[in-house]
C-alpha cells in the first residue's frame, strides 16, 4: 500500500510537512483540539438538542427574521445561521425564547470563547 503523502502542520503559518496522517506537527501538537466522544459527553439528544431544540430553533430564527442579534446591536446586519443561549445552559440558563438568541457564526464562536475563557 502506498505511503500517505505528506501535509503542513495545521497550526497557522507553519510549514513543517507531517507525515503518517498526522495534522499537526511536533511543535503545535499540544494545540490540537481534543474533542471528547459522544460516549463521554451523550448525543446530541441526550445533552437536550433533539427534535423539540430544532423546532424552537426554526422559531427564534424566525422571531428574529434570520438576522445576527450580536450584529444588529453593533450596526451591521448579517444573516444569523445559530441560535444562543445569551445565559449558557451550563451557567443555569433555560430555553427559555427571552433566553435565545439568533446570531451568526463569527458572534458565536466569539461569545463561545468569551464566556470559556
Same mark, same amino acid.
Given at each position: 500500500?502506498?505511503?500517505?503523502p505528506?501535509?503542513?502542520?495545521?497550526?497557522?503559518?507553519?510549514?513543517t510537512?507531517?507525515?503518517?496522517?498526522?495534522?499537526?506537527?511536533?511543535?503545535?501538537?499540544?494545540?490540537? $483540539?481534543?474533542? !471528547?466522544?459522544?460516549?463521554?459527553?451523550?448525543?446530541?439528544? %441526550? *445533552? #437536550?438538542?433533539?427534535?423539540?431544540?430544532?423546532? =424552537?430553533?426554526?422559531?427564534?430564527?424566525?422571531?428574529?427574521?434570520?438576522?445576527?442579534?450580536?450584529?444588529?446591536?453593533?450596526?451591521? $446586519?448579517?444573516? !444569523?445561521?445559530?441560535?444562543?443561549?445569551?445565559?449558557?445552559? %451550563? *451557567? #443555569?440558563?433555560?430555553?427559555?425564547?427571552?433566553? =435565545?438568541?439568533?446570531?451568526?457564526?463569527?458572534?458565536?464562536?466569539?461569545?463561545?470563547?468569551?464566556?470559556?475563557g
Open positions: 500500500m502506498p505511503a500517505r505528506m501535509r503542513p502542520c495545521k497550526h497557522r503559518g507553519c510549514r510537512l507531517v507525515s503518517g496522517g498526522k495534522t499537526w506537527c511536533d511543535a503545535h501538537a499540544s494545540e490540537e $483540539v481534543k474533542w !471528547a466522544p459522544d460516549s463521554k459527553r451523550g448525543n446530541r439528544h %441526550a *445533552r #437536550g438538542y433533539g427534535n423539540a431544540w430544532v423546532r =424552537l430553533r426554526e422559531r427564534i430564527l424566525a422571531r428574529d427574521c434570520g438576522l445576527c442579534q450580536a450584529c444588529k446591536s453593533a450596526g451591521r $446586519v448579517t444573516i !444569523a445561521t445559530e441560535v444562543d443561549h445569551i445565559v449558557p445552559k %451550563a *451557567r #443555569g440558563g433555560t430555553d427559555d425564547d427571552s433566553n =435565545l438568541q439568533s446570531i451568526c457564526h463569527p458572534c458565536h464562536a466569539s461569545k463561545t470563547g468569551r464566556e470559556s
